[in-house]
C-alpha cells in the first residue's frame, strides 16, 4: 500500500505562509488606523477642554496675549487634526491594498488545498480497487484451488 504524497505539498505550504503574513500584514494596518483614530478623538476631546479652560480664565478681561497664545493653540491643534486624518485616509487606502493581497491569498490557498482534497479522493479511490482487486484475486485463487482439489 503506498503512502498518499500530495505533488505540491510544498506550494500549499508556501501559500498558506503567505496567507498567513498578508492576513498579519492586513490586521496591523487596521489596527493602525484605529490608533489613528483614537488619537484624533483624544485631541478633539483637549481641544474642547482647552476651548472651555481658556474661556472660563477670560472672565471679561480682553488680554491680548492670551487671545494670541489661545489662537496659536488651537491653529496647532488644527494642524494636528488635519494631519491625523490625512494619516487616516492613507491608512484606508493601505487597507484595502492589504485586503485585495489578502483576498487573493485566501484564493490561492484554497485553489490548492481543494486540489489536495480532489488529490487525496483520487488516491483513495485508487486504493480501494486496488485492495477490491487484490481480494477478488484471492478469491479466484481459492476457488481455482477448490476446483483443483475436488471440492
Do not use: C, H, P, W
Not at 17 to 23: D, L, M, N, T, V
Not at 38 to 47: P, S
Amino acid at each position: 500500500m503506498k503512502i498518499f504524497k500530495f505533488k505540491f505539498e510544498k506550494a500549499l505550504e508556501y501559500k498558506e505562509q503567505y496567507e498567513k503574513i498578508a492576513r498579519g500584514e492586513f490586521v496591523k494596518v487596521k489596527n493602525e488606523k484605529q490608533e489613528q483614530e483614537q488619537e484624533l478623538i483624544l485631541l478633539k476631546r483637549k481641544k474642547k477642554n482647552f476651548l472651555k479652560n481658556s474661556i472660563g480664565n477670560k472672565k471679561g478681561k480682553l488680554d491680548l496675549i492670551l487671545l494670541q497664545q489661545t489662537n496659536r493653540q488651537l491653529e496647532n491643534y488644527k494642524n494636528k487634526m488635519k494631519q491625523i486624518n490625512e494619516n487616516i485616509k492613507d491608512k484606508e487606502i493601505e487597507i484595502e491594498k492589504k485586503k485585495e493581497k489578502l483576498l487573493e491569498a485566501v484564493q490561492d490557498y484554497k485553489i490548492f488545498k481543494k486540489l489536495k482534497e480532489k488529490d487525496y479522493e483520487k488516491y483513495t479511490e485508487e486504493q480501494k480497487k486496488t485492495e477490491q482487486n487484490f481480494l477478488d484475486e484471492i478469491t479466484n485463487n481459492n476457488y481455482s484451488r477448490g476446483k483443483k482439489n475436488g471440492r
